[in-house]
């Protein structure tokens, strides 16, 4: 048998290549731990390939197998260690220019959060990706201090309620912000959100903690640490080189409400408004994705903040990673269906080919020389 998995991850790993030539969106599954041993578990097998059985607890035979594949999986033992190093290179495209972003979709409690930020409490052990990211750009940004010289930034922004929220913002509560959908001036697509210049994982963490504390946090029946908004931490890095050539490019981390289907008749008022649009948010997350999969022409970015703000990612030239979380308990055989099936969905979307964001000195030499050439006539006029 083990001569078999080993010829699958070699294939699976050749997939993976041409899934990057392709521009794909790639997927990625990690089931987290049960919180008690005594639980039963839905997950029926985890392959190195990628693949995942689960099986129907009402159905505890073959019928109720479903098997599902995706890029990576990650199973209940694997480590916030083992994740990154998976994702590494995809965070070093990011100091060659090229755009990222990268999701966690899930169930509330499903360990989105876990997976992005760490547990909470600023804990040094089992840091998330958000932090060992950003560390590993500042170690990038080192090793390559002498031929580039690399400046980054950060911003950190909720939707909540179809609303932009700064989260690094001195009084974040009254920041209501505007997202600019054309971002191909260079320009930033939250040009009012405060912006951080970050040199230090120090500064990091300060910075998280500031978010962590301005974000909405309510509770929910199913869980009190659950968090009904999108956060988006967007890391900016600008890159000059040697020779006066510039990059520039962007690594969007999101951490995505939960996607469970609010039962309507259990929550009233302000709760109530809050579950139609998270929903709305997630529902027009998965209408863009349909509309990209199947290659429509119009696709509808517009209808949701979350969509708008990660339109060049979706469906751009960026590299885009989901990683679709799931609980392993019976209780929730229901919505970890729904998270597989939609995470399925999504890894048919095939995006333009991931498009480098440099532009070579010669091109910085020869529109500088167009600027004076313009002023010259203008004088001249
Ligand atoms: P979500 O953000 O999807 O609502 P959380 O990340 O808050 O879920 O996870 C719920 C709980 O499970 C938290 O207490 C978290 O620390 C724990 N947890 C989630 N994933 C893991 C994991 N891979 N290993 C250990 N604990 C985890
Ligand atoms: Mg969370």
Same mark, same amino acid.
């Given at each position: &048998?083990? @001569?078999?998995?080993? /010829?699958?991850?070699?294939?699976r790993?050749l997939? #993976? ?5 392709? @521009? ?13 041993a005594e639980?039963?578990t ?13 099986l129907?607890p ?12 995706? #890029?990576?999986?990650?199973?209940p ?8 190093k998976?994702i590494?290179?995809?965070?070093r495209?990011? /100091?060659d ?13 499903? @360990? ?5 930020s ?11 990706? $958000? *932090? ?5 750009? *500042?170690?990038m ?12 930034? /950060?911003?950190m ?11 690094? &913002?001195?009084?974040?509560? %009254? %920041?209501?912000?505007e ?8 320009g ?15 500064? !990091? ?11 909405? !946090? ?5 869980? $009190? ?19 006066? @050539? ?29 579950a139609?649009y ?9 209408? !863009?994705?349909?509309?990209?999969a199947?290659? $429509? ?6 209808n ?10 979706? =469906?751009?030239h &960026?590299?885009?990673?989901? *990683?679709a979380? /799931? ?6 055989? =229901?919505e970890?269906?729904t %998270? ?13 080919a991931?498009?480098? #964001? ?12 167009i ?11």
């Amino acid at each position: &048998a083990s @001569g078999y998995y080993k /010829v699958v991850k070699e294939n699976r790993n050749l997939y #993976n290549m041409v899934q990057d030539l392709k @521009g794909n969106i790639r997927v990625y599954c990690r089931i987290r731990p049960s919180f008690t041993a005594e639980a039963k578990t839905v997950i029926d097998f985890i392959g190195e390939d990628g693949s995942l059985v689960i099986l129907d607890p009402l159905k505890p035979h073959k019928d109720g197998r479903k098997v599902f594949q995706f #890029n990576r999986m990650f199973g209940p033992t694997a480590t916030q260690d083992v994740v990154f190093k998976d994702i590494q290179p995809l965070i070093r495209s990011v /100091v060659d220019g090229y755009n990222v972003c990268i999701f966690a979709y899930g169930q509330t409690g499903s @360990g989105k959060t876990h997976t992005m930020s760490g547990p909470s409490g600023g804990s040094t052990k089992d840091r998330g990706i $958000n *932090f060992l990211a950003l560390n590993y750009l *500042f170690q990038m940004s080192d090793r390559r201090k002498d031929i580039i010289n690399y400046d980054i930034h /950060v911003q950190m922004v909720e939707i909540y309620n179809e609303q932009v929220r700064d989260l690094l &913002a001195e009084d974040s509560s %009254t %920041t209501k912000l505007e997202i600019r959908s054309c971002t191909s001036d260079n320009g930033l697509s939250l040009p009012d959100a405060t912006i951080c210049s970050v040199k230090s994982t120090t500064d !990091v963490l300060n910075l998280m903690k500031l978010g962590e504390v301005n974000r909405v !946090v309510s509770s929910t029946a199913m869980n $009190n640490r659950s968090s009904r908004s999108h956060s988006v931490l967007t890391v900016h890095v600008h890159g000059k080189d040697t020779s006066g @050539g510039i990059l520039r490019s962007s690594l969007h981390l999101v951490d995505l409400a939960g996607s469970e289907r609010v039962d309507k008749s259990e929550v009233t008022g302000d709760r109530l408004k809050e579950a139609q649009y998270i929903n709305k948010s997630l529902s027009c997350l998965g209408d !863009v994705i349909m509309a990209l999969a199947q290659k $429509n022409t119009h696709i509808p970015y517009r209808n949701s903040k979350l969509t708008l703000l990660l339109q060049d990612s979706l =469906g751009g030239h &960026a590299k885009t990673l989901m *990683f679709a979380h /799931v609980s392993p308990e019976e209780d929730s055989f =229901g919505e970890t269906v729904t %998270t597989l099936k939609f995470a399925q969905r999504v890894s048919t979307v095939e995006l333009g080919a991931a498009r480098l #964001n440099k532009e070579s000195s010669e091109v910085m030499q020869l529109k500088e020389q167009i600027e004076s050439l313009k002023k010259a006539l203008a004088n001249k006029e």
